[in-house]
């Protein structure tokens, strides 16, 4: 399946600076690509869906001025937290919807770990 | 009553066990079926691919579907140390459909 590069691996930021973080699709050109959150112990929400060429699409609760997305090209995707703050610590994990599969299974990233102080 | 339901655990087992991993689910449009495996601070690997009702294996892992129940299961034979992970199910409505919908993950250690 797809390969997945997140960078970087974690990161630490002063609150009310904006931080971010890049995911890559190595070996496939990718005209979609998912952000997720995930807070300790708890399972991955879906906060947007990222869309090469085209405004990304949001989940309902999310932040869409707090959490800009930008899928410039179809190997690139990018998170920007602006005005981060301590809520906003988690862990931040991208994926890929890889059509060569068989079932067009999302492959996963190695995940960003932002903490904000 | 969230979408999919999964006993966060934690499960701790001895080496070599048979595992059993489940999640429930309330909406009966899903149709296809995941388990993703994920180490401490690492993004989730698929283990498992399954669409409807039956069971797929692939070596020491099982995917069990039960539609009727709206149940579905990962078994793991012959559980190793390096089995100790989160697994977490998801799931969703059709083949071309964009949102995965995770339960909350079970965190399983096999003590050597």
Not at chain 1, 82 to 91: G, M
Not at chain 2, 28 to 50: D, I, N, V
Not at chain 2, 97 to 110: D, E, H, N, P, Y
Request: proline fraction near 4%.
């Amino acid at each position: 399946g797809a390969v997945v590069s997140q960078h970087p691996s974690w990161v630490i930021c002063k609150s009310g600076t904006s931080v971010k973080i890049e995911c890559r699709s190595l070996d496939f050109q990718a005209t979609t690509m998912f952000w997720y959150r995930q807070f300790p112990k708890q399972s991955l929400m879906l906060m947007a869906t990222s869309n090469e060429g085209s405004k990304a699409t949001y989940e309902q609760g999310v932040e869409k001025d707090k959490f800009l997305i930008n899928h410039a090209s179809l190997t690139l995707s990018t998170l920007t937290v602006t005005s981060a703050h301590p809520e906003d610590s988690s862990f931040y994990i991208c994926s890929v919807r890889d059509f060569r599969s068989s079932y067009n299974e999302q492959f996963f990233g190695p995940g960003t770990r932002l903490t904000v102080l | 009553q969230k979408e999919v339901e999964q006993d966060p655990g934690p499960l701790s087992v001895p080496e070599g066990a048979i595992v059993s991993l489940n999640c429930t689910y309330s909406n009966s449009a899903f149709q296809y079926f995941m388990w993703y495996r994920q180490y401490s601070r690492k993004g989730p690997e698929l283990l498992m691919y399954t669409y409807s009702s039956g069971n797929k294996e692939d070596g020491r892992f099982t995917a069990q579907v039960d539609k009727s129940s709206k149940y579905i299961s990962l078994f793991i034979r012959d559980s190793q140390p390096s089995d100790s992970a989160t697994y977490l199910c998801a799931m969703k409505r059709d083949q071309g459909a964009q949102k995965l919908v995770f339960g909350q993950g079970t965190r399983l250690t096999i003590n050597p």
